[in-house]
């Protein structure tokens, strides 16, 4: 099994529409999660931190569930800017080789106009 | 820019040569990470260090492949004898090391291999 699990899409919408990721991961350890960005052929970029409470930053609204071992990603009102990969990221307990950071392979989307 | 810098940005190299990749991270972040990512695939972790450490070097080939983040200077990671199967983009990250901290990715350096 993987360490972290995406489906890897097309998720093709179209503009407006509402969109959901979903994201397991196998290590019940892990500490902190993320959700990062990454258009094609450019580096990946931070979009937010998945907190415990759950949390939002305009649009976007990520969800912790550590029972299931699941993370989530919402995106309202989809832009065509929005069109991108969204990776899901995981981080083991500080300190040591379980600090590393591990990707899932990431969701495309695609926003149709 | 304060941001993480990898040069260079692009490496051609024919097989049989070596490839070095520079790192540095953002300021006052002690530990970087590097990637690799083949194209149409997503990112595979290779090493993790912080400053005259490996952490952890799971993901690093067994052969042809080192990295090193020294006292003073970039991070390096070094491929011997290149193949055509080495060209990728490789990303390094960098993070403060403390739990529960991002990582930021420098911009990559594409690696090919002719």
């Known amino acids: 099994r993987k360490e972290v699990e995406q489906d890897p899409g097309p998720f093709n919408v179209p503009e407006g529409a509402t969109v959901a990721f979903n994201c397991t991961y196998s290590?019940?350890?892990?500490?902190?999660f993320f959700w990062y960005r990454q258009d094609c052929r450019k580096e990946p970029k931070l979009l937010m931190s998945?907190?415990?409470s759950g949390n939002e930053d305009g649009r976007f609204t990520a969800q912790l569930n550590r029972a299931s071992q699941y993370i989530s990603l919402l995106i309202r009102d989809s832009k065509l800017s929005d069109s991108a990969t969204y990776l899901c990221?995981?981080?083991?307990?500080?300190?040591?080789?379980?600090?590393?950071?591990?990707f899932g392979t990431g969701t495309l989307l695609a926003v149709q106009p | 820019n304060a941001g993480v810098m990898q040069n260079p940005r692009h490496l051609v190299r024919r097989r049989g040569q070596e490839a070095r990749l520079r790192c540095s991270p953002m300021?006052?972040?002690?530990?970087v990470y590097w990637y690799r990512q083949l194209p149409e695939e997503g990112l595979k972790f290779m090493v993790y260090?912080?400053?005259?450490?490996?952490?952890?070097e799971s993901g690093m080939p067994k052969e042809r492949f080192s990295a090193e983040f020294p006292k003073e200077g970039p991070s390096i990671l070094r491929i011997q004898q290149v193949v055509r199967g080495d060209s990728a983009a490789y990303f390094c990250?960098?993070?403060?090391?403390?739990?529960?901290?991002?990582?930021?990715f420098g911009q990559g350096t594409r690696l090919t291999v002719v």
């Open positions: 990250a960098s993070s403060s090391g403390q739990g529960g901290t991002e990582a930021f």
């Open positions: 290590n019940s350890a892990s500490q902190s």
């Open positions: 998945v907190y415990s």
């Open positions: 990221v995981v981080r083991g307990r500080g300190g040591g080789a379980t600090n590393k950071l591990i």
């Open positions: 300021k006052g972040h002690s530990h």
């Open positions: 260090l912080q400053k005259e450490n490996i952490i952890d």
